[in-house]
């Protein structure tokens, strides 16, 4: 009898393993710009993981010379630079096919830690309650009772136009409106490692 039970106990674990991870990867939103702020901190789909990267680092601390960066937008890495040595390496998310990153040579030329975009983002009802989520003020229109409430871009670097680089949601490809979404502990490092006047290099 127990040689019977065991194996079926053994199915039915499997079994439930096998729906679970079916429903992570069926959670998925690909091909929509998300920002991490659409998601309650608890429930942030399996397949959307935030800042699941392994090539995020930084070595600069005891380099000294000029900064300067480098986005490549076909490995989605930025490349921050001291005096021509390599003091780091973030994971980007950037453009997607509708909102390239504009490609080029630039300068920062504006830095606001506690920047929030004042075109996507949630209708939050008076409590600051998401009523709709990952909005466009462009196309959508409020609820009654509700207010624009713009998607957090902490640690902003402007450097093209409304582009810049700021801490964001990364799913493993290019998915923003334009902008360079990094890992919100890498944003903080490069935004402290920068000034005004920064080179920045986009290229393809």
């Known amino acids: 009898m127990s040689q019977l039970v065991v194996p079926q106990v053994i199915?039915?674990?499997?079994?439930?393993?096998?729906?679970?991870?079916?429903s992570c990867q069926s959670g998925g939103t690909r091909g929509q710009t998300q920002y991490l702020e659409a998601f309650a901190s608890n429930t942030v789909p399996h397949s959307?993981?935030?800042n699941a990267d392994q090539v995020s680092y930084w070595d600069g601390d005891g380099i000294g010379g000029a900064a300067s960066?480098?986005?490549d937008l076909s490995d989605q890495k930025a490349y921050f630079h001291k005096?021509?040595?390599l003091a780091g390496v973030s994971a980007l998310s950037t453009g997607d096919e509708k909102?390239?990153?504009k490609t080029g040579n630039f300068k920062i030329f504006e830095k606001d830690q506690w920047h929030k975009s004042n075109l996507y983002g949630d209708f939050v009802d008076g409590a600051g309650t998401v009523v709709m989520a990952?909005?466009?003020v462009t196309?959508?229109?409020p609820p009654a009772g509700t207010r624009f409430e713009g998607s957090k871009m902490h640690h902003f670097m402007r450097f093209s136009g409304g582009i810049g680089m700021h801490e964001g949601f990364l799913p493993g490809y290019p998915a923003s409106h334009g902008c360079v979404r990094m890992p919100p502990h890498m944003a903080a490092i490069f935004y402290n490692n920068v000034a005004k006047g920064t080179p920045v290099t986009v290229r393809p």
């Open 99 to 101: 909102h390239a990153t």
């Open 48 to 50: 959307a993981m935030y």
């Open 69 to 71: 960066i480098v986005i």
């Open 83 to 85: 005096g021509g040595t």
């Open 11 to 22: 199915r039915l674990l499997l079994l439930s393993t096998l729906v679970l991870l079916a």
């Open 139 to 141: 196309k959508d229109k």
């Open 134 to 136: 990952n909005i466009d």
